[in-house]
């Protein structure tokens, strides 16, 4: 089994520009190769294939003016051109999209490192081109024997990270442990998750970090604004203006305050997934939302996406896959909280607002959210 660790590390000054640095290289590598599969393409010719590309790419760092190509890690550009080619083989092939250009204001600061130099010790990471970083202390297998794949430094803006992929054996499995009846998951906005056997997972109380996240916001606007007068008056490109300490200090703490909403609301999915797995159930049940559906409706669309749908799927289904769970998922007209769960008994009409089900059939009287989950159980059974 392979599985990924992340861990938090401490560069220095100089290390700190120098991942900067071949993130932004990385990026350039990658946006470099997708302006030569849009010409190519635009010819009427195929993708170029990402070992081709590699080799192009180093005849283009050997041309004047691009010496600098030379000072960054020879890893991180190889993975991103070979990335861009991947992105356009699968463009071609129909499985993805077509591949956009990386923006330097949007896109993740990350890059990859070479893993046959990387050496990992308890509290210090020795990477390509960097030398030792001193890191958090971690839960990565150290020892001779351990192969590690595809490492990747990161940069959130605020700390550094380092990422890796180690190939560990596959012990999870407890066969003495007793298995428990399926699990049935309804999800919802108002209570994120309520299960079969009455488990219930609420969201994280989150209001005062959005509000103080709200004054920093407002502050850097009166920054911004005064900014924009500048500009106007000096009649200079918004831009080209330098921004004050104070302007980037509230900036980088804005952006602890979003690093952070987004920590508490993935631990809440963390502890709620782990429990239901300590459970060993048969089966667990969940539901295949239309989410990108539900986004459209403006009104929903900041509860949907504060809700993570998608990261209570994709958390289930590699930590059944670790511990021998079957995981079901449901199809998307399944009407799960229009059929009784008693008789089964199905219903023409069911608004939002009814939050309690009443059969007409058989008179049973059940919330609406934990009928849908038992529904979703009564699948696996």
């Not at 590699?54 to 691009?66: S, V």
């Not at 200079?236 to 804005?254: D, G, P």
């Not at 896959?321 to 998922?329: F, Q």
Request: proline residues 2%; contains cysteine; positive net charge.
């Amino acid at each position: 089994m392979i599985k990924g660790f992340k861990t938090m590390i401490y560069p220095n000054k100089e290390q700190s520009e120098k991942i900067i640095k071949f993130c932004n290289a990385a990026r350039f590598s990658y946006n470099w190769a997708i302006a030569l599969e849009e010409e190519n393409y635009k010819n009427g010719n195929k993708f170029i294939s990402a070992y081709d590309l590699t080799k192009r790419f180093t005849q283009f760092k050997k041309q004047e003016g691009n010496e600098w190509l030379k000072e960054i890690s020879g890893r991180a550009l190889k993975i991103a051109i070979m990335n861009a080619g991947s992105s356009y083989e699968n463009f071609f092939k129909g499985r993805a999209k077509h591949p956009k250009f990386k923006s330097k204001k949007n896109s993740k600061m990350s890059c990859a490192t070479h893993e046959g130099t990387t050496v990992i010790e308890r509290k210090q990471i020795r990477c390509e081109k960097l030398g030792w970083i001193k890191s958090h202390k971690h839960n990565i297998p150290i020892g001779e024997n351990i192969k590690y794949y595809n490492p990747k430094l990161s940069y959130d803006g605020v700390d550094f990270w380092f990422s890796v992929s180690v190939e560990i054996q596959d012990n999870n499995i407890d066969n003495n442990k007793p298995i428990t009846e399926p699990i049935g998951i309804d999800l919802g906005i108002k209570t994120l998750a309520t299960c079969s056997n009455n488990i219930i997972c609420k969201k994280p109380n989150i209001k005062k970090t959005k509000k103080k996240l709200k004054r920093l916001q407002k502050k850097a606007s009166r920054h911004y604004q005064k900014m924009l007068d500048e500009s106007k008056r000096t009649k200079t490109k918004f831009n080209k203006l330098y921004k004050s300490k104070n302007l980037i200090k509230l900036e980088k703490q804005i952006k602890k305050q979003h690093i952070k909403i987004k920590n508490m609301l993935t631990t809440n999915i963390h502890m709620f997934t782990k429990s239901l797995i300590n459970l060993n159930p048969q089966a667990i049940v969940i539901e295949d939302l239309n989410v990108s559906g539900m986004m459209k409706n403006r009104h929903l669309s900041k509860a949907v996406q504060e809700a993570k749908f998608y990261e209570i799927r994709r958390q289930l289904e590699y930590k059944c896959n670790w511990y021998g769970i079957n995981l079901i998922v449901a199809d998307r007209w399944y009407a799960s909280s229009k059929i009784c769960s008693c008789c089964g008994n199905k219903k023409q009409k069911l608004s939002l607002s009814e939050r309690t089900y009443v059969c007409e059939n058989c008179g049973c009287v059940i919330d609406r959210d934990l009928n849908a989950s038992i529904n979703l159980k009564n699948l696996a059974v």
